[in-house]
């Protein structure tokens, strides 16, 4: 692409062009978050168990004392040795941020269908730190959208984000929120996929500052390593 090279006159009168169209976005994106704030909410009834390095846990015990609770769903297939790159490159940047968000009532877990010893092996070569339990077992990916079995995939009937039909992987990423009322009810608030996930990726926010970009030559994060294969 081509960049003409002006005065600095020039370029402030360019850059302000662009500033309005920025404020119109920041101030849409304001008013988008106050509607996702406000969705109706869905009591979660199931007694879904998770094993962790602690032992078997509910749901409402993954919170920590805290209201508000946010789970990724990684992509770890049972039987697979593969670790999705995507969700590497996401859960990259939980731990620093989940000491701020630790503070204001959001409590950050992990979550994968996989044995515990499986994650735990992940965990350690990737150096993170953030909870981490399995669901094995249970149908929590499978209710939440980012599992699907080997019939419904055959059938047609693996549905992700919304209405995207899967045509070969039993696992896909995804984030949910939950929050627990002083009655320990939990309510299931909002879930995101795919595309929706990117505003927790800070590095493409930095990248996306640049004239290069996120530099995806070969497709959408075709550059994307886990952090140790760089």
Not at 42 to 49: F, L, M, Q
Not at 112 to 127: A, D, F, H, N, Y
Request: proline share 5%; net charge neutral.
């Amino acid at each position: 692409m081509h960049h003409p090279v002006v005065s600095r006159q020039e370029w402030i009168t360019a850059r302000k062009a662009l500033l309005v169209k920025e404020r119109a976005m920041t101030h849409a994106l304001d008013a988008l978050r106050a509607e996702r704030r406000q969705l109706p909410r869905v009591k979660v009834e199931r007694p879904y168990i998770f094993e962790g390095p602690e032992g078997t846990c509910t749901l409402g015990e993954l919170f920590g004392g805290r209201s508000q609770l946010a789970v990724y769903h990684f992509m770890l297939t049972p039987g697979s040795d593969h670790i999705c790159p995507g969700c590497s490159f996401t859960v990259d940047h939980v731990d620093a941020a989940r000491r701020h968000f630790e503070h204001a009532d959001l409590t950050f877990t992990a979550v994968s269908r996989v044995p515990l010893r499986r994650i735990e092996e992940v965990k350690q070569r990737m150096g993170w730190t953030f909870p981490w339990v399995s669901s094995q077992g249970s149908d929590f990916n499978f209710d939440f959208g980012v599992s699907f079995t080997p019939d419904d995939i055959a059938a047609g009937r693996a549905l992700y984000n919304y209405g995207t039909v899967i045509r070969s992987s039993q696992d896909m990423f995804g984030v949910s929120i939950f929050v627990q009322d002083d009655s320990g009810a939990i309510f299931h608030t909002y879930s995101t996929y795919h595309r929706g996930i990117e505003l927790l990726m800070g590095a493409l926010n930095w990248l996306d500052l640049t004239p290069r970009g996120r530099n995806e030559t070969r497709g959408p994060m075709s550059w994307v390593r886990r952090h140790d294969e760089y």
